[in-house]
């Protein structure tokens, strides 16, 4: 008789201990696998949080810069105004002194000119205010900043630049 023809034989201890070793290495590949799922997901889960702190950082530096750079800008577009503002206000009270003493018009350009002197001088010396920036924390919204501009009360602007009313808009056809 070949060794086809026998009769499978149980080998029960020999193959119960293959399978009971080949589960217990599956259940320590498995808890193996997921320590080191929870390890990579711990690891994620900080870079993620380091990304945002540099980015929020970042941020807020640029935010800080732009903020310098619109100031200065306009710090110096204040004084170029203030300037072609002043000559324009001399130009005018030159052609006063050079018009029809005791004429209206002369006085008119009289007046001018010196409400542009006034203004000038304004410019000059009052440079853009820095903005108010008020942050606060809340927990459904995270954080959050509103700006607004820090403005002289009316009292202390110039005469040329509060009270007057704006035209009334033209009504569409």
Known sequence: MSDFDRPPTQDTDGSAEVARTAQDKAAEGAGLVG????????????QAANTVAEATTEGRN?????????????????????GNVRRLADELHDMSENGKPGSTAAAVVRQ?????????????TAAPRASSRTCATSPAA??????RARLPPASRQPAWARGYPLPAPVPRA
């Open 112 to 124: 001018v000119a010196d409400g542009g002197r006034q203004a000038a001088a304004h410019l000059r």
């Open 62 to 82: 640029l935010l800080e810069e732009l903020r310098e750079q619109v100031q200065e800008q306009s710090r110096s577009q204040a004084q170029q105004l203030a």
């Open 35 to 46: 320590e080191k799922t929870t390890d990579v997901a711990r690891t994620a889960k900080e």
């Open 142 to 147: 995270g954080p959050h900043c509103s700006w």
